[in-house]
């Protein structure tokens, strides 16, 4: 059973940037899609990035974070990340690592994780 832990969420300022990574195990997901979600205090589960498989060509982000928020992912380390810039008071939610579906399917992802919180003051 796959597993993941997130980390690299803390209190910042509005304006700062972050990186989170999320590292899995349990089997090899290289060859797999994953991506981000995030829930704030209150509200519904969002999605923020995917990306696919491999070489992650394959790329989608929410239009809230797009032009901020940057996916990518270590394969050898089975691992994936979100750079964050530019963070808004918006942007506060516990955010997840997800995954086991393809990436234009990735509104079925499930969360592997316990997520890490982001908090951004103004």
């Known amino acids: 059973q796959v597993q993941a832990i997130e980390s690299g969420g803390r209190l910042v300022q509005a304006g700062e940037s972050l990186r989170l990574s999320c590292v899995v195990s349990?089997?090899?997901?290289?060859?797999?899609?994953m991506g981000w979600f995030r829930q704030a205090p209150g509200k519904e589960r969002e999605f923020v990035a995917a990306m696919s498989g491999g070489s992650g060509t394959m790329v989608h982000y929410d239009d809230s974070v797009k032009g901020r928020f940057h996916i990518s992912r270590d394969n050898a380390k089975n691992t994936m990340y979100l750079q964050m810039n530019g963070l808004k008071p918006e942007d506060t939610a516990v955010y997840y690592c997800?995954?086991?579906?393809?990436?234009?399917?990735?509104?079925?992802?499930?969360?592997w994780g316990k997520g890490t919180l982001v908090t951004v003051s103004s």
């Open positions: 997800a995954g086991g579906s393809e990436v234009e399917d990735y509104g079925d992802m499930q969360n």
């Open positions: 349990g089997r090899d997901v290289s060859g797999e899609a």
